[in-house]
């Protein structure tokens, strides 16, 4: 898509929100990880489509908390396109580790993590029922566990 472009959102900007809970439905948990986080937007046209969510763990590791495409652009390769960049961000800013994590149940988006090189490191059991006020179900599966999975950066 060659009207796509990425930034980071400005101080004072609107947070797309909307895109924010389609990938984790927590506003609590959400607003948790914000304040020591960077949110990429990604726009068409002026408007926002995509975000990311790059989050510092250390000198050495940053984690994708969070990232989701608007429902309308979804399966266009906007997805692939984004985890590239948030690898390219991490990797510019002198990161040699970059984590995400995921659902049991999140089939599609586990396919996509380790088609892109990310690995399965560890498993956080019971996170979703822990933390979650109500049960998620993807898939038609329970969401308890948090897969959670990495790759080495160049
Ligand atoms: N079922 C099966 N495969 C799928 C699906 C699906 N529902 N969605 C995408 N794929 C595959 C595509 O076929 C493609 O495979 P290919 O490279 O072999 O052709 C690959 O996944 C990448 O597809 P993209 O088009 O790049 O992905 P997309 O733009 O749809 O974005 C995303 C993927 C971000 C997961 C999007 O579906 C989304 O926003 N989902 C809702 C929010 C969400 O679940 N976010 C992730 C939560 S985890 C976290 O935030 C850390």
Same mark, same amino acid.
């Given at each position: 898509?060659?009207?796509?472009?990425?930034?980071?959102?400005?101080?004072?900007?609107?947070?797309?929100?909307?895109?924010?809970?389609?990938?984790?439905?927590?506003?609590?948990?959400?607003?948790?990880?914000?304040?020591?986080?960077?949110?990429?937007?990604?726009? %068409?046209?002026?408007?926002?489509?995509?975000?990311?969510? #790059? +989050?510092?763990?250390?000198?050495?590791?940053? $984690? &994708?908390?969070? !990232?989701?495409?608007?429902?309308?652009?979804?399966?266009?390769?906007?997805?692939?396109?984004?985890?590239?960049?948030?690898?390219?961000?991490?990797?510019?800013?002198?990161?040699?580790?970059?984590? %995400?994590?995921?659902?049991?149940?999140?089939?599609?988006? #586990? +396919?996509?993590?380790?088609?892109?090189?990310? $690995? &399965?490191?560890? !498993?956080?059991?019971?996170?979703?029922?822990?933390?979650?006020?109500?049960?998620?179900?993807?898939?038609?599966?329970?969401?308890?566990?948090?897969?959670?999975?990495?790759?080495?950066?160049?």
């Amino acid at each position: 898509m060659n009207n796509l472009s990425i930034r980071p959102l400005k101080k004072g900007e609107n947070l797309p929100l909307a895109l924010l809970l389609s990938a984790d439905p927590s506003e609590v948990a959400i607003q948790l990880y914000l304040p020591d986080s960077t949110v990429f937007v990604a726009e %068409i046209n002026n408007q926002v489509i995509g975000e990311y969510v #790059l +989050y510092r763990i250390n000198a050495q590791e940053v $984690e &994708i908390k969070n !990232i989701a495409v608007d429902e309308v652009y979804q399966g266009k390769g906007i997805g692939k396109f984004l985890l590239n960049d948030a690898a390219r961000q991490a990797t510019n800013q002198g990161f040699s580790r970059l984590t %995400i994590g995921t659902s049991n149940a999140s089939i599609a988006q #586990l +396919y996509l993590y380790q088609k892109h090189g990310f $690995e &399965i490191y560890s !498993i956080k059991y019971n996170f979703f029922v822990d933390n979650y006020a109500e049960p998620i179900f993807e898939n038609g599966i329970q969401c308890k566990h948090m897969i959670m999975l990495s790759k080495t950066l160049n």
